[in-house]
């Protein structure tokens, strides 16, 4: 503490700091109330230490606060906006909130000890008594989110029914949409000036890095990836000078317990597998082999793949008209330890990629028509999230198509009636037979060449890895710009001609 305060450059941002709260009206200094009694402290810009390595602070739930969590949007909704800004044509701006928490109003009663070397003068043995949430306490992002909700509504915006941090404001014909997450907003049209009133902000301009992402907007379609994030992690874990492989695993790559093997530095091995399962936001490619890994200690080869393919992302085109559609296959038996099966899905905004997913089944499926019947379960839940979802948006679908390779889990889901193949099934898997019949989605046979699930469930050889990969939309930067182009002159050469 006596070395940050020598330090000026410290001590003018913490004079920056204090009078932002001033102006903000944070708190008030008072006399501490009869019954105070600090119990730590917590320094946000640097937590110290005591002699048992613990950091002196701590909240007591039902004492100190009641609900604190805040709500955060899915990276599914953050690309579903951004597949559906493509396809209208609009781009999409960010802008950053001046110390965001400031402006969260608490209802408890907190107080806190003025910071050390900058108390008041005239009352030094004060306290104050907070009016709003500072940073490090635990209702603050909840605090600020309350107050930014109430300000959208009042100013005429209508929240989304699924996605609450969601929120449209319709004038004339135009439509204001604003996506919320913690204190980065993401907005499409011109509602930057009506925030700035309210709030002290920053417009950070046109949306190009957002929790990781890298996002280049152009007028032929949106392209995301992760190209910084990959080198990043290939230089923090030594895997920079490596040798690229073209597949992220080998189809002839089995894994199981290993009982006399070497012993993996478990620590490494964690933190390899949560890097790569950030990555997997937007690189499909790589989501079954990063999934398979996080169950056995085994070293993750996948590095040695992103570093023949650091560039990859997806191609959100703005050519494409939004029909949603969805794909779900199964590797029954996969697993060669219990002998669960692997569920693959993903789903589609026409050609945009916007979610997928790669999981290991809860239950071991007796037969194939189960494991495949399991898989498309899962894909048609997903399915009527994203149908609400996009609800909010202006878009209204009939029955959604759900892609399935598997004749016999067609039928089963189509006829009600129980036989062998069929009793055994959980009964909350069933569920999918009764948006069936409800008419939410329309179950579809697709030959096994054509199941873009295919790659979320085993390794495929190089030639169908790739094809595969590009029909999901996966594409380095310049061959989605090629991409891109040639829709523009395909959709031109149809308006000629009709």
């Known amino acids: 503490m006596s070395h940050a305060l020598s330090n000026p450059n410290w001590v003018n941002a913490m004079h920056e700091e204090l009078e932002n709260f001033e ?4 708190w008030d200094l008072v006399e501490p109330p009869p019954n105070y009694r600090p119990i730590g402290t917590k320094w946000v810009f640097k937590n110290k230490q005591g002699e048992d390595g613990m950091v002196g602070f701590y909240q007591k739930e039902g004492i100190d606060y009641e609900e604190t969590f805040a709500p955060v949007s899915r ?6 906006l951004l597949a559906f800004a493509a396809s209208k044509g609009f781009k999409l701006q960010q802008m950053d ?28 043995d004060r306290v104050y008594k907070l009016r709003k949430a ?15 909700k109430s300000f959208l509504l009042k100013s005429g915006f209508v929240m989304g029914l699924v996605d609450k941090t969601l929120f449209f404001l319709s004038r004339g014909g135009d439509t204001l949409i604003v996506q919320i997450y913690v204190d980065d907003i993401i907005f499409g049209g011109s509602s930057y000036a009506l925030m700035s009133r309210e709030f002290e902000m920053s417009l950070m301009g046109e949306l190009q890095f957002f929790l990781g992402l890298q996002i280049k907007q152009g007028f032929e379609g949106t392209f995301v990836h992760q190209a ?44 390899m597998i949560s890097s790569l399962l950030y990555l997997t936001a937007t690189r499909p490619d790589i989501q079954f082999t990063v999934c398979l890994c996080a169950r056995y200690q085994a070293s993750p080869w996948i590095f040695r793949y992103l570093k023949f393919t650091p560039e990859l992302g997806f191609w959100y085109s703005s050519c494409s008209s939004l029909s949603l559609r969805g794909f779900s296959d199964a590797d029954h038996a996969g697993c060669r330890i219990d002998r669960k099966s692997t569920s693959g899905t993903c789903q589609l905004l026409r050609t945009s990629l916007v979610s997928w997913s790669s999981h290991k089944q809860a239950s071991v499926a007796l037969s194939t028509t189960e494991a495949e019947y ?19 948006f202006g878009l209204r679908f009939g029955r959604i198509p759900l892609l399935v390779d598997s004749t016999s889990a067609i039928s089963v889901a189509k006829n009600p009636v129980l036989h062998s193949r069929t009793k055994h099934t959980d009964v909350r898997f069933h569920f999918l037979r009764d948006h069936y019949e409800k008419g939410d989605i329309d179950l579809v046979h697709v030959v096994s060449a054509n199941q873009l699930a295919d790659i979320f469930t085993k390794p495929l050889e190089f030639n169908a890895f790739t094809r595969l990969r590009g029909e999901l939309g996966v594409e380095g930067v310049d061959n989605a710009l090629i991409k891109g182009e040639i829709e523009s002159q395909w959709t031109g050469l149809i308006a000629l001609l009709v």
């Open 23 to 26: 102006r903000n009206h944070v």
């Open 75 to 80: 990276l599914e909704a953050i690309r579903i």
């Open 97 to 124: 909130v001046k110390s965001a928490f400031l402006n969260g109003c608490i209802e408890e009663e907190v107080y806190v000890k003025q910071p050390p070397g900058f108390e008041s003068a005239r009352f030094p």
């Open 134 to 148: 500072l940073y490090g306490l635990k209702q603050a992002p909840r605090a600020w989110y309350a107050r930014l």
């Open 228 to 271: 910084k994030y990959t080198r990043d992690i290939l230089k923090k874990f030594n895997m920079g000078d490596s040798k690229p492989i073209t597949t992220p695993m080998s189809t002839n790559t089995a894994l199981d317990a290993d009982e006399d093997g070497e012993a993996v530095d478990q620590k490494e091995f964690r933190g």
């Open 374 to 392: 399991v898989a498309a379960a899962s894909c048609c839940s997903q399915l009527l999230w994203m149908k609400a979802t996009l609800s909010d």
